[in-house]
């Protein structure tokens, strides 16, 4: 995730599968099962075809998200005297490797090594580091070194994954949530590699997606282009991983939901809410309460005496 655009959180990806179906829930994100781990696209074009239209589109999203984050399998490789990036597809469900890409890179090959732990992914020489076959751009190849998740320093940055971390001090940093990768300095928190401004010597974890120092509230999750929330700080309450409410407006993560009745106000589960008035799904309006109200007969009604 990276800061200025609109982004739907690997938390929400998740949400998203065990609203429709909670035996993929775990399927949604990297960590655990993974979609692209069980399966490639004909078994999951045909999951697809046998769906409703709005699910079957959504469900085609999040999949196609899911598939292009990592290959089947990686690893470098030494062919032809020349270091290469390996990238191989399987056939699902059978093993049978389909497509093998090769990807020169421009390493030294008497001084390339994996980097013990990560070898699929991470590796050096003696004048680069490497990520996925691809120059970790800034990277010092002696000191660089993993912290925590996908949080890496050496001794100039912080980087996380392979980009590096604006202005965090590789001195003084530590992870402070690996699972949700919040980071901080003794300057500034950091959520990925985007720096929220927040005040470090009073910032803390509330609960997963929720925290504050003594001046905001901040939020990793939902549809959001700031993590910082403009809120009213004292009547500020959090309702559940994904919603909230202050004396003014409500909130799905630190997205303010606009128009929404505080005081009745009220999150079903971590995408559903609703108010006096509108039924919310993603902190969207979803439908009216009387328009619920019908749906729900209809789907009640028995069609038979």
């Not at 030494?78 to 020169?104: C, N």
């Not at 959001?224 to 993560?253: M, P, Q, R, V, W």
């Amino acid at each position: 995730m990276s800061g200025g655009r609109r982004q739907l959180t690997c938390h929400s990806r998740r949400a998203a599968f065990a609203a429709l179906t909670p035996s993929a829930s775990l399927r949604a994100c990297g960590s655990g099962w993974s979609l692209h781990a069980i399966g490639r696209k004909p078994v999951i074009k045909n999951i697809l075809n046998n769906l409703p239209n709005k699910i079957g589109r959504l469900l085609t999203a999040v999949i196609t998200i899911t598939l292009l984050e990592l290959p089947a399998f990686s690893e470098y490789v030494l062919k032809h005297g020349r270091i290469y990036y390996k990238q191989t597809d399987y056939v699902p469900l059978i093993g049978v490797a389909y497509q093998k890409i090769y990807t020169p890179i421009d390493a030294d090959v008497k001084s390339f090594t994996r980097i013990p732990k990560f070898g699929k992914y991470y590796a050096r020489d003696a004048n680069k580091v490497f990520f996925e076959g691809n120059i970790i751009k800034g990277a010092d190849p002696a000191t660089f070194t993993h912290i925590s998740g996908r949080f890496w320093i050496d001794k100039n940055h912080v980087f996380m994954q392979s980009s590096i971390v604006e202005g965090a001090n590789p001195a003084t940093f530590k992870v402070i949530d690996e699972k949700l990768e919040w980071g901080m300095d003794d300057k500034d928190v950091y959520f990925l590699s985007v720096p929220i401004g927040a005040d470090a010597a009073s910032f803390r974890i509330l609960r997963p997606h929720w925290a504050k120092d003594n001046n905001y509230y901040y939020s990793d999750h939902g549809l959001i282009f700031d993590y910082k929330i403009k809120s009213d700080y004292n009547t500020f309450k959090i309702l559940n991983e994904s919603y909230a409410t202050d004396i003014n407006h409500a909130y799905y993560g630190g997205q303010r939901i606009d128009g929404a009745d505080t005081e009745t106000f009220e999150a079903l589960n971590d995408v559903r809410a609703r108010d006096a008035n509108w039924y919310y799904l993603f902190g969207d309006r979803q439908r009216t309460v009387q328009q619920e109200n019908e749906f729900n007969q209809r789907k009640n009604k028995k069609f038979w005496k």
